[in-house]
């Protein structure tokens, strides 16, 4: 199975900071690659799908870019709403395999 | 607008079987699959199943095959997840979500799965 390595586990950010999340992946998986933001007691929502393409009505403010197996999931301008949890995932091959979650919180 | 609408919480017992199903709207049903992914709590992400609502054809995560079974029907545009055997590590979150082969978009709202004695 191809392991995602996902950090940092947890993260505290002020409104208006950028934020960089990485997730690596154990072998080669191309740029099939999504994240996730899941907001507590919801179900995730797909913010990103082939490592850089933003899925619609997804805001800018989200990007996303990979270098190798290295894969980063990044948010210009944090606002209120985007604290959360967010999961990366390889869909090269099953099985489906997720990153451990970040957590993003209020500093 | 698309929606994913999922049965309600369940409580069993150590042993038995859950059947969850997940309603599709606002598209055509056998163009996308369905996939399954559980959430116990606190925890992360876990893939268990894809299903073609088109042929049926399925597939499943090791860790799950000769328990779960995904089925659909075409005519209410539902997919059901079956899991058997039913042990306290099971309680979960189980989500379906509609993908292109791989590729998710859309999620269902989840559905609690509680095992206990």
């Known amino acids: 199975d191809i392991q995602m390595t996902q950090s940092p586990s947890s993260l505290s950010a002020s409104v208006g900071d950028r934020v960089t999340i990485t997730c690596r992946a154990s072998?080669?998986?191309?740029?099939?690659l999504a994240w996730f933001q899941q907001k507590p007691g919801k179900a995730p929502k797909s913010l990103i799908y082939?490592?850089?393409s933003l899925q619609s009505g997804v805001p800018s403010k989200f990007s996303g870019s990979v270098s190798g197996t290295d894969f980063t999931l990044t948010i210009s301008s944090l606002q209120p709403e985007d604290f959360a949890t967010y999961y990366c995932q390889q869909y090269n091959s099953y099985p489906l395999t997720f990153g451990g979650g970040t957590k993003v919180e209020i500093k | 607008q698309v929606q994913l609408v999922q049965s309600g919480a369940e409580v069993k017992k150590p042993g038995a079987s859950v059947k969850v199903s997940c309603k599709a709207s606002?598209?055509?049903?056998?163009?996308?699959?369905m996939h399954w992914v559980r959430q116990a709590p606190g925890q992360g992400l876990e893939w268990m199943g894809i299903i073609n609502p088109s042929g049926g054809s399925t597939s499943y995560a090791q860790k799950f095959q000769g328990r779960v079974t995904v089925t659909r029907d075409t005519s209410t545009s539902t997919v059901y997840m079956d899991l058997s055997s039913l042990r306290s590590e099971d309680t979960a979150v189980y989500y379906c979500a509609r993908a292109r082969l791989r590729q998710f978009d859309y999620w269902g709202q989840g559905t609690l799965v509680t095992v206990s004695s």
């Open positions: 072998q080669g998986i191309s740029n099939y």
């Open positions: 606002g598209y055509t049903f056998t163009s996308y699959y």
């Open positions: 082939a490592a850089s």
